[in-house]
């Protein structure tokens, strides 16, 4: 089975430039996560899609942040414009809610950002 | 606002030795979560914990919830080096998903 795949897996852009990341799930896992972990820290949740709807997006910056889920299979995450504080590693991450491994997320490689 | 507390946050154990990390969390859960995350890599799921009084062990590893304490704890039974990482909680609650500050482990000989 193949993971969740994410790219480019790493970006370096100027402030104010904007960038775009794509993640693909696992075949068949509805719900799919995207997540900032800035360096040191613990990951935080920015946006849960359940197939193509949106769950939560109450920690995503919504001034400068976007993601969406056509046809509730892969997802884009954008930032427009890019500050220096948005430099962090973002996670995708898909899980099901079937099966032996219901609910268990399982993360992509990540996308490094560097914002200079 | 659902707050999770991890502790210790750095810990640093001999071979052998068995120690628990505690995770706190603020208000009523449907899920809570382990992970490990290797320097520079991406995160890899250990337990998931769905109802009160669950227990989950995968070798050395051994996940508790106590939905009524708001408490969840990891424990590490003989510990060894390939243990080192650092071990994170999240807590899922309606939706709103929350990880803690993480739990930086060593191992040493």
């Known amino acids: 089975e193949a993971g969740v795949a994410q790219s480019p897996r790493y970006k370096i852009i100027e402030k104010r430039q904007s960038v775009a990341f794509w993640c693909n799930p696992i075949?068949?896992?509805?719900?799919l996560y995207w997540y900032q972990q800035i360096l040191g820290q613990g990951p935080k949740l920015l946006i849960q899609?359940?197939?193509?709807?949106?769950?939560?997006d109450s920690q995503l910056p919504k001034d400068r942040f976007s993601a969406e889920r056509l046809k509730g299979v892969d997802s884009t995450l954008k930032i427009q414009p890019a500050k220096l504080e948005d430099s962090a590693v973002y996670l995708c991450?898909?899980?099901?809610?079937?099966?032996?491994?219901?609910?268990?997320?399982?993360f992509g490689p990540g996308t490094r950002l560097t914002v200079t | 606002e659902l707050k999770v507390e991890q502790n210790p946050l750095f810990l640093s154990m001999q071979e052998g030795k068995n120690y628990t990390i505690y995770c706190n969390y603020s208000?009523?859960?449907?899920?809570l979560y382990w992970y490990r995350q290797d320097p520079g890599k991406s995160l890899e799921s250990l337990f998931v914990?769905?109802?009160?009084?669950a227990v989950k062990q995968e070798g050395r590893l051994m996940a508790s919830l106590d939905t009524k304490a708001r408490l969840s704890t990891l424990h590490i039974t003989a510990a060894v080096h390939d243990l080192s990482a650092t071990y994170f909680c999240?807590?899922?609650?309606?939706?709103?998903?929350?990880f803690g500050a993480g739990t930086r482990l060593t191992v040493k000989p």
């Open positions: 075949s068949g896992h509805a719900t």
């Open positions: 899609f359940q197939n193509n709807g949106v769950v939560d």
């Open positions: 208000t009523t859960s449907d899920r």
């Open positions: 914990l769905l109802s009160n009084g």
């Open positions: 999240a807590v899922d609650s309606s939706n709103d998903m929350r």
């Open positions: 991450a898909s899980s099901s809610r079937s099966g032996t491994a219901a609910y268990e997320q399982y």
